[in-house]
């Protein structure tokens, strides 16, 4: 019988359709989860953009425009797991597991291995703790996970996509109203790259007030994508 751990998660469900490669995915991580058998994966980051000379009135205020299109994919980066559940949320699979790189229990996504998983070492390598939840770690905003550069993020939407934000309040984030009909989303972030890149999706409807630093990194990026695009 397979480990309590593998469907801990509220958000389990055996009829998500997925491909026969990550079929094999999940069927490795299942039986390293119930042996208690480190994994070694090799997981696809997210990219960034090629780097550009400045220009555009975007670069200038920090505004989110354009797409990731012009970016590449860097090369898939090796990371050594301590499996602890597998878990599904918003229709994909999740490996739930302490990172031995980063020291610190993170979620990774199934469809961005690169290739199958390979247990490593003996069975019976570590023990999964006590008070271990799958459902604190899936389905979290993706700046909530990892990082390495905290903050408290204030982002103003313009009039057009605030109601949005309005509407799709977490408990944890706060929208102050302003009059002409725009408004402020405030929340606190781990992982300042998936706030950029979250910005990113919403063009210029968005643009990121504080922190001062990480404003300073969109006009960067935006910088990057614009060179890019020449």
Not at 21 to 28: D, F, L, M
Request: hydrophobic fraction near 40%.
């Amino acid at each position: 019988e397979l480990n309590h751990a593998l469907a801990e998660s509220s958000s389990f469900n055996l009829a998500v359709p997925e491909s026969p490669k990550i079929t094999g995915y999940r069927r490795v991580l299942a039986d390293a989860i119930q042996d208690r058998q480190e994994v070694e994966i090799a997981y696809l980051g997210l990219g960034r953009f090629s780097a550009g000379p400045a220009a555009g009135p975007a670069a200038a205020t920090g505004r989110a425009a354009g797409d990731r299109s012009a970016g590449k994919r860097p090369p898939p980066e090796k990371r050594t797991v301590r499996p602890y559940a597998l878990s599904v949320f918003g229709a994909n699979w999740y490996l739930v597991g302490h990172c031995l790189k980063r020291g610190e229990i993170r979620c990774f996504k199934l469809s961005r291995l690169a290739a199958e998983p390979r247990p490593t070492g003996g069975t019976g390598a570590f023990e999964v703790p006590a008070d271990f939840s799958a459902s604190r770690h899936v389905g979290l905003p993706t700046w909530d996970v990892g990082g390495e550069r905290p903050g408290l993020a204030r982002l103003r939407f313009d009039a057009d996509t605030a109601w949005m934000m309005q509407e799709n309040l977490r408990k944890e984030e706060t929208y102050h109203p302003l009059p002409d009909g725009r408004g402020i989303l405030s929340f606190r972030f781990k992982n300042h790259d998936a706030v950029l890149r979250w910005a990113l999706k919403f063009h210029r409807h968005c643009e990121i007030l504080e922190p001062a630093w990480l404003r300073a990194l969109m006009k960067e990026r935006l910088t990057e994508m614009l060179g890019a695009l020449r």
